[in-house]
């Protein structure tokens, strides 16, 4: 094969590695996916899973977090490099999912809480060095951990949402095939299929699995609304091209906050308040920019969805 061929080989692959042009943030493209890709070729040469480079991100995650805890500028540099490598692993297994097929519910599940992982140690640690850094903090302990603990809880409601609204615009995008977004009527069923002494890893995370999927159900219900209609109109046929072009567009917009919602925007702000060494900034930051976002986010994207179902009842599609 000559070094076109191989060029061209390996465009065509890194194309087809990505998720969808309206899904990836700009900074991704030109930084984490790139990355992701020659992580995902070693390992697909050396014949590692994506599922393992998910688990080895959450170690180096995690110790992101720990270097945190340090009130060193050094410290905390060599603790954002090994979150940007940890980041760079979370874009290389699904980069790899998708070259080798190697899709599960397992690894979605694995993807989705690595993050956690990661947050939790760098909330735990930044809480800890600023009891013992901080004079006000010294002195009222608590208060830091409950700003950690409640703008923790808003973390994971962001990040599930952003989730929820961009597989469900890759819905309409890609398809079913293109998308990882689940209903969890069909995900009981499956649970009620497993048995707690034949498949207890499965099932176990399959109950966690559903109710994180449920909560993201309540939290739309206007979606949901949608969904139905959507299934009393097309069945589990192809819905048609004019619909699925109308509410991509509609849904485009809304794109940018779940991208902004989900790692860069939130990493950086907690870099700067690392730099200026005030790490509890990073927490005003999430509950006051970032929940503004959600909100906007999610009254945008409910208004949208009672704007098509009323379309699909009327009879316009």
């Avoid at 692993?89 to 990661?118: E, H, M, P």
Wanted: hydrophobic share 45%; charged share 20%; proline share 3%.
């Amino acid at each position: 094969m000559t070094k076109e061929s191989k060029l061209s080989q390996y465009r065509a692959e890194y194309r087809a590695s990505l998720k969808s042009s309206d899904t990836e943030e700009w900074f991704d493209l030109v930084f984490y996916r790139p990355i992701g890709f020659a992580w995902a070729l070693l390992c697909r040469r050396l014949g590692v899973t994506p599922n393992v480079i998910t688990v080895a991100s959450i170690f180096i995650g995690v110790a992101a977090g720990i270097m945190f805890y340090f009130d060193s500028l050094w410290m905390n540099v060599a603790g954002m490099l090994l979150l940007v490598w940890a980041n760079s692993f979370d874009s290389a297994d699904g980069q790899l999912a998708r070259l080798t097929g190697q899709y599960s519910r397992l690894g979605r599940i694995l993807d989705g809480v690595s993050g956690d992982f990661w947050f939790v140690s760098i909330y735990v640690c930044i809480c800890l060095r600023e009891c013992v850094t901080s004079h006000f903090f010294i002195d009222n302990p608590w208060t830091v951990w409950v700003l950690a603990s409640v703008a923790g809880v808003c973390h994971s409601l962001q990040a599930a949402q952003a989730d929820y609204y961009r597989q469900f615009h890759l819905f309409f995008v890609n398809g079913k095939e293109g998308s990882e977004l689940d209903s969890s009527g069909p995900l009981k069923e499956k649970y009620a299929s497993l048995r707690w002494g034949r498949d207890f890893f499965e099932k176990l995370t399959m109950a966690f699995y559903i109710n994180y999927t449920v909560s993201q159900e309540r939290r739309t219900p206007a979606m949901q609304a949608l969904r139905r209609a959507l299934y009393e109109r097309f069945g589990n046929g192809a819905i048609s091209p004019r619909f699925r072009a109308d509410f991509r567009a509609s849904s485009l917009p809304l794109v940018k906050y779940t991208n902004m919602l989900s790692f860069n925007t939130r990493c950086f702000a907690l870099f700067i308040s690392l730099f200026v060494a005030m790490p509890w900034l990073y927490f005003v930051f999430e509950l006051t920019v970032l929940n503004a976002m959600l909100i906007y986010m999610m009254v945008r994207h409910e208004k949208i969805c009672r704007m098509y179902t009323k379309r699909l009842r009327d009879g316009q599609y």
